[in-house]
């Protein structure tokens, strides 16, 4: 009560001008309005010229020839400020003063002078004497540069230590590993992020040439052992892997022994834009799962698959799931006329329809609400739009839910792709190619059988068109490969959800392994064989090595920042109904064929006659519109002799 009362009475708190208010206050400033940054720069030049003059007098000379100065004084500030316009000076925030901005200083104050000098040869070329002093303005040049530079260099000073002090946070010590101009831009930019995520306590230096010297006024660390063994050195808690002429396996080498002694990782890619401090921090993140598969980049045939896609109508059944929502967006790549993106859950179709109308690009994109069960839907859709090319990703593909109703995979998995395939026939596409799974080897459950089954009608389907020599009949070709990380219901995002929860993280069995790759690279190889196929081939990917999935939730937890089986416990539940041990990309009784890409081989299946088979899935399918469980499953096991059932009440009809 009584400071108000002071200060209603014109006194002034005695905490005003306290350091705590001064930060405050600078905080919440932000960045120096240009306005100030105008009137400071009058000021510096106002300044120049007055010292110039003394500099002048003092030597017996005169600055101005005339008696009335002012207004050319006034000419002088006005052409440099005027200059300051030209050459954009203030585009730039004064706290984030970068070389760039000294160069654009620079050249104003040279075209300032350069101007002067000029009306001073054509006054004293037309009227025998010069206006300015011509020595006099190439030191009010040298002056003004100085003082416009350095009041910039101070406040950037100021900001950075105002901004970047935190007494009452506790930065994790970090070491960003590099010391190239990729690694500096990094570090400049964290230390300008606001708020403020890391304490850059050095720099790494692979190649130990420069243990001597400092950047940033931070030291540069020789690696002469593990790196955990330096950070241990020095009281790092994290690294910024920042250098990019390191090799991936290198850079899987570090994460690999940091994660081991349990201290934070964190990545950037190559920088390109020098000026945005902000984005180059943002880019700063933690490493994901993926970062960790050992895994080159793939190369595509991008003629081939132009040549397949450009200018054609494609339809991508499942087009809102995590397979088709990429293979749309890849597809989009290669400048199809239309895309058609059919799928029954209403919601996700939704939301990737508002994705797509953000993205600025020529191809007439359409959602199409349907179910490929409904066959009748479907033959309105292929009739309207006409569609060249077929992408069928729609799918149900957990493995305990179809364990649990195998008349639903049957109804989705073999009937819808039935549909579909018939359809493409009948409607004469072009070329139809059908996402399947290495769950279908082999089968030891519902669901791999069920996509097993429907591999088989495609392919009888090709044998058929083959047999009646019908050269413009569709191409069907099918796509196998493993578990694709990040996809819905795979275990990386479960993992993810888990340990944010506190854990403990579910694993069926301390030996499963599984093969991986990222739904990119999932998408980018369904593509490139589809347009290498000629029809009736079943293409299996290269999984690279299999994970141990103990060892993928170890790796997991360790990412986050936690302990294994200390802050996040890792509980084994038992195989779940129908799941294997390990995973399979070819039957026993199958081969494989290279082709001209190493990713890519064609596994060579017993192919069956199109009646036979087709009399077979139809006696299926009226069976599951019963949903009898055990008949269904029997009848499969009929179609797919390798179909075993394992973990499952379903054993007992293999008996």
Avoid at 130 to 143: G, S
Wanted: aromatic letters at 10%.
């Amino acid at each position: 009560m009584s400071k108000t009362k002071n200060s209603g009475a014109g006194f002034v708190d005695p905490d005003f001008f306290s350091r705590e208010n001064l930060i405050l206050n600078i905080r919440n400033l932000s960045y120096l309005p240009r306005w100030i940054v105008v009137g400071i720069d009058l000021i510096v030049l106002i300044a120049s010229f007055l010292f110039t003059k003394l500099i002048i007098n003092g030597v017996g000379l005169h600055y101005i020839s005339f008696e009335n100065k002012i207004p050319y004084v006034c000419f002088l500030i006005g052409m440099n400020v005027f200059s300051f316009w030209v050459f954009r000076t203030y585009a730039g925030i004064i706290r984030h003063s970068s070389y760039t901005d000294a160069i654009k200083l620079l050249f104003s104050q040279i075209s300032v002078l350069v101007f002067f000098v000029t009306l001073n040869f054509v006054f004293q070329l037309f009227y025998g004497y010069k206006i300015y002093l011509n020595t006099a303005l190439f030191i009010n040049m040298v002056l003004s540069f100085c003082g416009l530079f350095m009041y910039r260099v101070v406040i950037k000073q100021v900001f950075e230590h105002f901004f970047s002090e935190r007494n009452d946070v506790k930065l994790p010590r970090t070491i960003i590993y590099g010391t190239d101009a990729n690694a500096l831009s990094v570090a400049k930019a964290l230390k300008l992020e606001v708020p403020t995520r890391f304490k850059i306590v050095g720099f790494v230096d692979k190649n130990s040439q420069n243990s001597s010297k400092r950047m940033m006024d931070l030291p540069i660390l020789i690696q002469k052992k593990k790196l955990p063994t330096l950070m241990r050195s020095i009281g790092a808690e994290g690294v910024i892997i920042a250098d990019k002429s390191l090799s991936k396996e290198e850079r899987l080498v570090i994460v690999e022994q940091c994660l081991e002694f349990n201290y934070k990782v964190y990545i950037v890619p190559l920088i390109t834009d020098w000026e945005n401090q902000k984005e180059i921090s943002q880019k700063v993140k933690s490493i994901q799962i993926e970062d960790l598969l050992d895994r080159k980049p793939i190369v595509l045939d991008g003629k081939a698959i132009s040549k397949q896609l450009k200018d054609k109508t494609v339809l991508i059944t499942g087009a809102a799931g995590s397979i088709g929502s990429e293979i749309v967006r890849q597809v989009i790549l290669f400048k199809p006329k239309k895309i058609v993106a059919v799928d029954q859950a209403e919601t996700p179709l939704h939301n990737l329809c508002l994705e797509l109308n953000n993205l600025d690009t020529p191809v007439d994109i359409v959602t199409v609400v349907a179910d490929i069960r409904n066959k009748d839907a479907m033959s309105i859709v292929f009739s309207h739009y006409q569609p060249e090319v077929v992408y069928h990703a729609a799918a149900y593909k957990h493995v305990p839910l179809m364990e649990a109703n195998p008349s639903q995979a049957i109804l989705t998995n073999v009937e819808g792709t039935k549909n579909i395939a018939d359809l493409a026939c009948l409607f004469k596409v072009k070329s139809f190619v059908m996402v399947s799974t290495d769950k279908a080897v082999n089968p030891s459950n519902v669901m791999g059988a069920s996509k097993r089954i429907a591999e088989k009608y495609v392919q009888s389907l090709q044998l058929k068109s083959n047999a009646d020599r019908n050269a413009k009949s569709t191409k069907f070709i099918t796509t196998r490969f493993g578990n694709v990380l990040g996809s819905n219901g795979s275990v990386v995002p479960l993992f993810t959800k888990q340990i944010a929860a506190g854990g403990p993280i579910t694993i069926t069995h301390p030996e499963i392994i599984r093969y991986f790759m990222t739904i990119p690279e999932a998408c980018q190889l369904v593509l490139e064989a589809g347009a290498m196929g000629k029809g009736g081939e079943i293409y299996i990917f290269d999984m690279g090595k299999p994970v141990k999935i103990i060892d993928l939730a170890r790796k997991m937890i360790k990412l986050a920042g936690f302990i294994p089986d200390e802050d996040i416990k890792i509980k084994i539940v038992g195989l779940r109904p129908g799941e294997k041990l390990y995973e399979e990309l070819l039957n026993d009784t199958s081969k494989t064929i290279p082709t001209h890409h190493h990713k890519i081989m064609i596994a060579e299946e017993i192919q069956e006659e199109f009646e036979i088979l087709h009399d077979e899935i139809e006696e299926l399918i009226t069976i599951s519109n019963f949903h009898k469980k055990d008949a269904i499953v029997a009848k499969m096991k009929k179609i797919v002799p390798e179909f075993k059932s394992m973990n499952s009440t379903y054993e007992v009809l293999d008996k």
